[in-house]
């Protein structure tokens, strides 16, 4: 395989030595243009049929696009008839026009404007191939000869035009491709734009969208934006013309491509949806619109139901969304490993805590939030999982906000359970660990009664300030005991009236409380930190409606947890 690459022609660079593309920077979205209808449809296993395509197109117009690719009418009559359905059935709004795809070739222009007769607002897109390899082995003719195929067909569609509007009043735009732009010399891509420019009466009134394709992506995308400014800076009829770029993926740079040609001056960009197409697939619209939105540029199309958007692109392209899919894969903010875990939670922790305008928060681009997925898990727990990954589940999926100290013992348990089961833990699983680690600990002490309230005299008042008594029965070894004392508070009464039957070896550290449901039903958490007599450290939780029981349960949960151990 090593010597093989010698049979490969490295791809020659563009003289632009005075490029000014690497200074600029992307502030506005681009005219977008879908393509998923005509170069995505292609392109699958099963073209979509008319009903999933007019769908798929309702889908389009919900998210925003103005300008989409319905199809190439003259290619079959299925693709003729979805044409004139969303004509005829008045599907498409007054704002967004369509555009069908033709070769230059006068039997299929004429086709194509039978199928658009009635339309509003459409694109006539016409296209030859341009580029060296295609002149050479597949047409056989020289540069001037590709020019006269592409003059004469925007000469007719020009006199079709006139036809049409005459009888309809349609609002009729053009646009050409030099099919495999990427691929044609930049010298000869100048000139074949500027003679259809010409052919087709350009002004800038009445601009031309020049699409410059990377049909095949055969170079960096640097070399790209070279190739894209170096026309720009060289039509002579630059300023009757829109620049749009049409990248393709088979380098797997075909996002960066775009961006890059959007800074070297292009303005409409045409793609897909999760980047669906031949071979490799276009460049993805969802990707490059959610990259602007993420430096703070309203790309203009709405995602924000991603689910949506792609339950609709999966059912009818039958196509997968891949789970590192950017921004729609299912695992795209998730994390796994322990330290991008920690970071993200105090990334959260310091937003709540700062009440910050703007999203700061480590391995997270986005706010998941922002396109329908802030139910999903953003940390999930395998074998890789850090302390801090449990806590950050228990949190959002259950309410309870573990203590800080508390992470490290927890984390170790669930990491146990992650490498006895061999995979990655479900939040109900954690929550089941949580439950049997804290919660249902009931040996060798069981609180069976206990009763809270304060001293005042003869006065017996509900549990609140001053002196409180502690009243209560414990069964220790299956025998009861009651145990009654007065404290400055709940838990030093506890520990007094503990110290009656013989536990006196902890130490109370600290206590930390919230509540874990609202309404008339919440309930109220707290966790406990002891020391027993060695100084080690000793944790329990304790849940109930009543906040200072919450901690005495908390207090005899540490104990038992203490005494397990």
């Not at 304790?542 to 207090?555: L, R």
Request: aromatic share 8%; hydrophobic share 35%; glycine share 6%.
């Amino acid at each position: 395989m090593n010597d093989g690459c010698k049979k490969y022609i490295p791809f020659r660079q563009i003289p632009l030595p005075d490029r000014t593309w690497p200074q600029q920077t992307i502030t506005k979205a681009p005219i977008w243009c879908s393509v998923d209808l005509r170069d995505g449809n292609q392109a699958l296993i099963d073209p979509m049929n008319l009903e999933e395509k007019l769908e798929f197109f309702k889908l389009l117009v919900d998210v925003g696009f103005k300008e989409i690719e319905i199809g190439f009418p003259s290619a079959s009559d299925t693709e003729f008839e979805i044409c004139r359905a969303l004509i005829e059935r008045h599907l498409i709004p007054d704002d967004v026009t369509i555009q069908v795809l033709v070769q230059a070739r006068e039997h299929l222009i004429r086709k194509t404007f039978d199928a658009i007769h009635g339309a509003k607002n459409v694109i006539v897109h016409f296209y030859n191939s341009t580029s060296t390899l295609q002149r050479k082995i597949v047409f056989r003719k020289d540069m001037d000869g590709i020019v006269d195929i592409a003059v004469e067909a925007a000469k007719l569609i020009r006199q079709l035009t006139e036809k049409e509007v005459a009888e309809t009043g349609m609002n009729i735009r053009y646009e050409y491709s030099p099919e495999s732009f990427s691929g044609t010399e930049v010298e000869n891509s100048v000139l074949i734009c500027d003679k259809v420019l010409e052919a087709l009466g350009a002004t800038p009134e009445n601009k031309v969208i020049l699409n410059l394709p990377d049909t095949v992506e055969m170079c960096t995308p640097n070399t790209f934006a070279d190739q894209v400014e170096y026309c720009i800076r060289n039509i002579q009829h630059r300023d009757c013309a829109v620049i749009s770029v049409h990248p393709h993926n088979d380098r797997g740079t075909g996002v960066a491509a775009t961006e890059l040609a959007l800074l070297a001056g292009a303005e409409r960009v045409e793609g897909t949806l999760f980047g669906n197409g031949e071979r490799t697939g276009n460049v993805d619209i969802v990707t490059l619109a959610m990259n602007m939105y993420s430096q703070g540029i309203n790309p203009q199309l709405d995602f924000s139901d991603i689910h949506h958007v792609r339950d609709v692109y999966e059912r009818c392209t039958e196509m997968k969304v891949p789970p590192r899919q950017p921004y729609a894969g299912d695992l795209v903010f998730t994390a796994f490993s322990g330290s991008h875990q920690d970071a993200i939670k105090k990334g959260v922790d310091y937003m709540h805590a700062q009440e910050s305008p703007y999203w700061e928060v480590p391995y997270l681009p986005i706010d998941p939030a922002d396109i329908g997925r802030e139910y999903e898990p953003i940390i999930r727990i395998n074998s890789q999982s850090g302390k801090g990954g449990a806590a950050f589940v228990m949190q959002q999926d259950f309410g309870f906000n573990l203590p800080k100290v508390m992470h490290p013992e927890f984390g170790a348990v669930v990491k146990h359970a992650c490498d006895k089961a061999g995979r990655e833990l479900m939040p109900k699983e954690i929550y089941s660990l949580f439950s049997k680690e804290y919660l249902e600990v009931s040996s060798p002490y069981n609180l069976k009664s206990y009763k809270l309230y304060e001293e005042n005299g003869d006065a017996k008042q509900e549990a609140g300030s001053a002196q409180v008594r502690f009243d209560g029965t414990l069964c220790i070894h299956q025998e009861d005991h009651a145990i009654s004392a007065a404290g400055n508070g709940p838990i030093d009464a506890f520990f007094r009236a503990l110290a009656q039957v013989g536990i006196t070896d902890y130490k109370f550290v600290t206590y930390q409380e919230h509540a874990i449901s609202r309404g008339a039903d919440s309930k109220a958490v707290s966790y406990i930190h002891l020391k027993d007599a060695e100084g080690k450290d000793a944790f329990g939780i304790g849940i109930d409606n009543n906040i200072s029981i919450a901690s005495i349960k908390g207090v005899i949960c540490a104990i038992n947890r203490s005494k397990r151990a």
